[in-house]
Every structure is written in structure tokens, then in C-alpha cells.
């Protein structure tokens, strides 16, 4: 009888996977957000991350309730000028005396992988944040779906959590029989 039980559950769990992953995404389907430093040089690679960490903290509340691509874009583009002015402030209160520019366009990306899901090459959405002469290495992730502003270390924001339902079941299953 376990046996069966804890078969229904990996089955139901299974599912609940498959589809919440899309099967056929395609380029269309995310918003990239690219973060180009200034130089390789360590100042400007470190404070390429402060930016980071101000534009995630200044976009994660906007942009909770964008439930599709399109309705990020458009918070996205209709906040470039805060974004800029972030950014900007985040450099100036570091001691750097260069600026930002933020943008919303299609780019050439090539294959990148981030916390288990990879995009191939191509085409992308994106969001760049060219800080001074952004010819540095850059920081990437995915501005939709929210693959680096959900909380946790990969964004250093807590504001957003994502439950299971069928995860907090199968645990308190598991709790209840030891």
C-alpha cells in the first residue's frame, strides 16, 4: 500500500512538473536583463554587481504582477528613465564619475545556462545596462520569467517566494508518518 501511495505522489509530482515547465519555449518567451561594466578592471566589476543588486531591488516590485512577456516589456520600457537615474545614483554614491544607459532592444546572445535552465543562441528581448564605456564582462539573467528575481542569493532580494502546494503536502505526508 505505501508502495502505491508514494507512486500516485511521484506521478502527481511529475506532472505538476511537466507543466509548469514550458515544453517549447522560444526566444519570445523571455526578457533577458544584460548589466555591461565599464571595464574588467576589479572596481568596475564589483560595483557592476552593486548596480545589479539596485536595478533587481527597484524592479522586483513593479514587477510582480507582469504575468506574461509582453506586460514586462512594457513595465520595463516605461522604467527605463528610473532605472537609469538608479543605476546612475548606485555609481555616483560609489565614487565612480561615469554614467549608465538603459535600453530595451533585441540582441544576439549566445548559449547560457542559468539555475538549470538553458537558453540557446540567438535573438533576445533584453533589457542592457551599459555603465560607462561597457566594454567589461557582464552580468546576465532573466527579467521574465523571473529566474533572478524570485529572492534567494542569486538576486540578494527576499521580497518574492514561490511555494508548492503539492511540495508542502508531500512533506507534511512525510512528517506525519515518522
Known sequence: MKKIVLS?????GLIAVIMLVPSKSTNADFLRIHIRADSNDSADQQVKYVVKSAVVDYLTPRLADATDKNK??????????NIQAVCDKTLADNGFAY????????EEFPDRAYNGVTLPAGVYDALIV????????????????????????????????YKSKLMEIIRAWQENRK
Open 99 to 106: 554614467t549608465s544607459r538603459a535600453k530595451l532592444c533585441a
Open 8 to 12: 500516485v505522489v511521484a506521478l502527481i
Open 72 to 81: 514586462a516589456m512594457k513595465i520595463v520600457a516605461r522604467e527605463l528613465d
Open 130 to 161: 551599459e555603465l560607462g564605456s561597457a566594454q567589461g564582462n557582464n552580468w546576465w539573467c532573466v527579467v521574465y520569467p523571473p529566474l533572478c528575481f524570485v529572492g534567494g542569493e542569486s538576486n540578494g532580494t527576499s521580497q518574492i517566494v
